[in-house]
C-alpha cells in the first residue's frame, strides 16, 4: 500500500499542533508539528503511539517503516533526507522504547 493511502486509513491529527518524542532521560529528542511537510509523519508516529501504548518500541518503528511504504526504500537510498523514518529505521535495530507526547492545538 502507498503511503498516501496509509495516511487515509491513520486517524486524523488536526487536532494536534504537534508530537514530541522523549528519551528514557526526559529528553525531548525531536518535536514533529503539524505543518505541511511534517502531518504525515505527526499522523504516523500519534497512530503507532497510539497502538503501543504512548511509546515508539523498536516493533512500533517497523511497524511505521512498513506504513512510510515507498518513502522507506528512499530513506535507504539517500539517508538524511527523510529524518523522521532514519529515526524509525535506527529505532527498529535498537531495544529502547521512546515516550510519545501529544500537543493538543
Same mark, same amino acid.
Given at each position: 500500500?502507498k503511503f498516501?493511502d496509509?495516511?487515509q486509513?491513520l ?6 499542533? +504537534?508530537l514530541?518524542l522523549?528519551?528514557a532521560?526526559g529528553?525531548?529528542? $525531536?518535536?514533529?508539528e503539524?505543518? *505541511? /511537510?511534517q ?6 508516529y ?10 515508539i518500541?523498536p516493533a512500533a +518503528?517497523?511497524?511505521g517503516?512498513?506504513w512510510y511504504?515507498?518513502?522507506t $526504500?528512499?530513506a535507504?537510498?539517500? *539517508? /538524511?533526507?527523510?529524518?523522521?523514518i ?6 527498529a535495530?535498537?531495544?529502547e522504547?521512546?515516550g510519545v507526547?501529544?500537543v +493538543?492545538?
Open positions: 500500500m498516501a496509509r495516511l486509513q486517524p486524523k491529527v488536526s487536532h494536534l499542533t +504537534a514530541q522523549w528519551d532521560k529528553q525531548v529528542l $525531536a518535536t514533529l503539524n505543518k *505541511p /511537510g502531518a504525515g509523519s505527526l499522523a504516523v500519534a497512530a503507532l503511539a497510539a497502538l503501543y501504548g504512548g511509546q518500541t +518503528a517497523a511497524l517503516l512498513e511504504a515507498e518513502h $526504500a528512499d535507504q537510498q539517500f *539517508p /538524511g533526507k527523510h529524518p523522521n532514519d529515526r524509525l529505521m535506527a529505532w535495530q535498537g531495544s522504547a521512546y507526547k501529544l +493538543a492545538a
